[in-house]
């Protein structure tokens, strides 16, 4: 392995991981995306023509491999899986307790939105990207992006409370 990719998956690695993790909700998957993620730029790293950052490329690499396993059988596949399985096993009182833990209001708001608009909102609040840059990623016009960070945050608004609201309320772009 080349030096160059070692310090890319570095300085990306983690971030990459954590958006992957907010489109499929499961580590090891998310950890799957990546390393796809850096494999796929390790075959084509001639391709990158640096109009943007790396980090921007490496974003949209994760961004459509997380949008390539949404779609594809093996996550239907999972998750029927997984429904089975918690529905033939009760969860034991610890358990309970650590998923009460690991899910908070805005989280369990932010995964029930459609996959269009839960990653504007990932990638605007949570990744700190411009509309630009989310525009460039998405492969659509600023002003759509725009439109479905407005309409996620009407969708958001009737599902939190006034307090939990607060941090989206503000519409600057």
């Not at 799957?32 to 950052?53: G, K, L, N, P, T």
């Not at 490329?57 to 899986?81: A, P």
């Not at 033939?88 to 610890?94: D, L, Q, V």
């Amino acid at each position: 392995m080349s030096e160059h990719l070692e310090e890319v998956m570095e300085e990306h690695g983690e971030y990459c991981l954590r958006v992957a993790y907010l489109y499929v909700k499961d580590w090891t998957i998310a950890e799957e995306i990546v390393q796809d993620v850096f494999f796929a730029y390790y075959r084509q790293r001639d391709r990158f023509e640096q109009r943007s950052s790396l980090k921007t490329y490496l974003v949209k690499i994760t961004v459509h491999k997380s949008h390539d396993y949404l779609r594809s059988w093996k996550n239907k596949r999972h998750e029927l899986f997984e429904k089975i399985h918690i529905g033939a096993n009760k969860r034991t009182p610890e358990m309970t307790l650590l998923a009460k833990d690991e899910q908070n209001t805005l989280t369990i708001a932010l995964f029930g939105l459609p996959i269009t608009y839960r990653e504007v909102i990932i990638l605007y609040y949570y990744q700190e990207l411009k509309v630009r840059e989310i525009a460039d990623i998405l492969l659509c016009a600023e002003n759509t992006v725009k439109t479905r960070l407005h309409r996620a945050r009407k969708m958001l608004q009737s599902k939190l409370n006034p307090s939990d609201w607060e941090v989206l309320m503000d519409d600057s772009f």
